[in-house]
């Protein structure tokens, strides 16, 4: 479940760039993306074949001195954290025998990014790597009927060099890998790091666990995309724009005291607004903070009665 991002080796190995300055810029983009994917997904994980602190685009300035200015330590640090989450990726043995070329030259990671359905992330070294996805193709081996035959298939993988190039993807790095969620107990265990603007009351973390089976995935992508909303919460606006259907309970509902639940901080509170799921009347009760645009979620299961 955990969304890989792989690193386009022939993106460093080419890398000729004229000037400091254009490298540090090159590299700022390079951050700004992979931070972009951060706020979304915390649980992303950056898969490089070499330490990324020491790849060098100009000369002998390496990506580690360029983290260590005061002016981009922060990036630098969750840069190095999102490679530390690398869940050590290889392919299944089955793939193993794949080659993948991208405009004739053999790319490892583009491979790696189709095989995992990931995204391949490359510094902007070539025009090349301007670009959203990148086509290439897979020679691999089959056995028909005893006879071993080489076959080729064009392919191609979404990619990113700067923030921008995400835009198509949104939905996706949103959304990978909800689908394959095992349990609510996985779910729940993962909930911090997967939904960077939500949190939790104690009653929630419980149903999460023992969710029904058959609402595991649902209550997956719904958390997702309320998730992807508070991301993009505009400052001007008091509330987000939703991409799954959340409505306000009615000043009567309100009133009966249902929704009612003491809050992170022991204060009770009323958590009025929810996301609906389905099957059946699956409803996920929340609280927005406006201040620091994120929710907290009260209740996961049937509509409150």
Known sequence: MVLLIHVNEASVSEARLPSKEVSDEVVGDFAALLLAVRRRRGDAALVSAKALSEVTLFEHHTLGEWGSRAANRDRWRVVRLMQSKSPG????????????????????????????????VSFRTSGAWDVEWVKGTRTYLVDLDGEIRLMSEDV?????????????????????????????A????????????????????????????????????????????????SPTSSHPSWYTHVTADSQSRRGEGLMDFQDLDGTVRTFDTHARFTPGHGRIHFKLDTATRTATVAHVGYKLL
């Not at 993988?157 to 349990?183: F, K, N, Q, Y």
């Not at 729940?188 to 595991?216: I, S």
Request: with cysteine.
């Open 186 to 233: 996985d779910l729940q265990a993962k909930c911090e790091e997967m939904f960077t603007k939500l949190k939790f009351l104690r009653r929630a973390e419980d149903q999460l666990k023992a969710l029904d089976p058959k609402w595991v995935a649902p209550v997956a992508q719904t958390l997702a995309l309320m998730n992807r909303a508070l991301v993009e919460w």
């Open 89 to 120: 990726w290889h392919r299944d043995r089955d793939d193993e025998a794949s080659e993948y070329r991208v405009a004739g030259d053999a790319l490892v990671a583009f491979g790696d990014a189709h095989m995992s359905d990931g995204l391949l």
């Open 156 to 184: 191609q993988v979404r990619h990113g060099s700067v923030e921008s190039h995400l835009d198509p993807h949104i939905e996706w790095v949103s959304l990978a890998g909800m689908a394959d969620v095992e349990s609510g």
